[in-house]
Each structure stands twice: as C-alpha cells, then as structure tokens.
C-alpha cells in the first residue's frame, strides 16, 4: 500500500542556509501536518493544511514557511537556518472525514552545521 | 491548552513480565492514539481509539481508552525484546481538525533478557 512519502530522508545544511523539505500524501488524504522532533522529544506540530489552504500554525518559527500544492502535496521552506533546528521533521496525513487515523512519513533528517 | 501526560517517561523490564503505560489529557476528545517509535525512525501507529471503553489488541500489546476519566492505557504482556522502543500516545482535539495531534512525552521501554 502506498505510504506517506517524504524527500529527502537526509539534509545537512550550514547555518543561515534555506532547505525545503517535501511530503507527498496517501492518495485521497486531504490535509497535511508537520511536526518537529528534537532528539529526546516529542514530535511538536508546526502547521497544517485542509484542502490546499492553511488551517493551523503551532509552534512554527517565522523563518519558515509552507504551502499545499493542486495534487496535495506540502513542502516546507526553512531559512536562516540556525543549528538549533537540526531535527526530525515528520509530515502526517489524513483524510478528515474518515476515522482510519494519520499516517506519518518516514521522516527528514536535517542536521544544521 | 490541551495537555497529554504520560506515565512512566522511562521504564526497564525484563521478557516475560507485564507492565502498563498510562496516558492522561486535560480535555474533551474521543480519539486518542498509540504509537511505536524506534530510534531515529518513523512514527508507526498501533493503535487508534475511537470511543469510551474501547479496546484494541494487537499481539502483546493491549490499549483501552476511559473517556470520562480522560486516561488511556497501553498494557504489554509477557514482554520480548522486539518490544524496545518509545511509545507515544497522543489525542486530537477536533477530531482530524486544524491542531493536529498533541503528543504524550513518550514512554522510553526497554525491555533486557
């Protein structure tokens, strides 16, 4: 079965640099969240999107940014990178109206050097 | 804000003894979910809970959700070593809405021979 597809699975940037990181979602999955995951922690939701349109911001820094594109995949811009941003970043996807819960990419890895 | 506690955050267990994991939130939400984490990998989900009293098997692993006491629970039987990772639960305010999911601090299991 298709599954949630995240590119690249790893990234080494500098600091003060830009990366993108990409989701593609389950087919027929209408909203995307990403979540940030610092070693040791929690994954923490930065911001989502339903039907190609942002629904929700969490704890999102304003150096980055995201958007849903026409065939539903999200991507997420990240600049100035800082060395504290090194993290997993996960994107999960859902369909809202259905209850067969989120579904979690395998992840990119971006370390900030 | 809504809030997810997890108890133990770290456990050791030996193979072949049973133990609980417990996960408490702060409000109203009949979606709670489980999930396994391995080291540096992807969020792999186990169980979803959709209603008070529900429960769900799935090998050595047993989850139950308490809606009107806000606490679900994650029981392992006659754990093996394969079982070793963190779990995580974590509830939904709106249903798949807008916020996502909001995440426990996880469990960090290890289970020795």
């Known amino acids: 079965a298709a599954g949630v597809i995240q590119s690249p699975r790893h990234l080494i940037k500098e600091k003060r640099e830009t990366a993108t990181l990409k989701c593609y979602p389950i087919?027929?999955?209408?909203?995307v969240y990403w979540y940030q995951q610092g070693p040791g922690q929690d994954p923490q939701f930065l911001i989502s999107f339903y039907e190609k349109m942002q629904s929700d911001k969490g704890s999102i820094p304003d150096r980055f940014s995201a958007q849903q594109f026409s065939d539903y995949h999200s991507e997420l811009n990240m600049s100035s990178l800082e060395l504290g941003d090194s993290a997993l970043y996960f994107c999960?996807?859902?369909?809202?109206?259905?209850?067969?819960?989120?579904?979690f990419g395998s992840g990119t890895r971006l370390t900030v050097v | 804000e809504l809030k997810v506690e997890q108890n133990p955050l770290f456990l050791s267990m030996q193979e072949g003894k049973n133990y609980t994991i417990y996960c408490n939130y702060s409000?109203?939400?009949?979606?709670l979910y489980w999930y396994r984490q391995d080291p540096g990998k992807s969020l792999e989900s186990l169980f979803v809970?959709?209603?008070?009293?529900a429960v769900k098997q799935e090998g050595r692993l047993m989850a139950s959700l308490d809606t009107k006491a806000r606490l679900s629970t994650l029981h392992i039987t006659a754990a093996v070593h394969d079982l070793s990772a963190t779990y995580f639960c974590?509830?939904?305010?709106?249903?798949?809405?807008?916020?996502?999911?909001?995440f426990g601090k996880g469990t960090h299991l290890i289970i020795q021979p």
């Open positions: 087919p027929r999955h209408d909203t």
């Open positions: 809970l959709l209603s008070n009293g």
């Open positions: 999960a996807t859902v369909r809202v109206r259905e209850n067969d819960g989120y579904t």
């Open positions: 409000t109203t939400s009949d979606r």
């Open positions: 974590a509830v939904d305010i709106l249903g798949g809405g807008a916020d996502g999911l909001t």
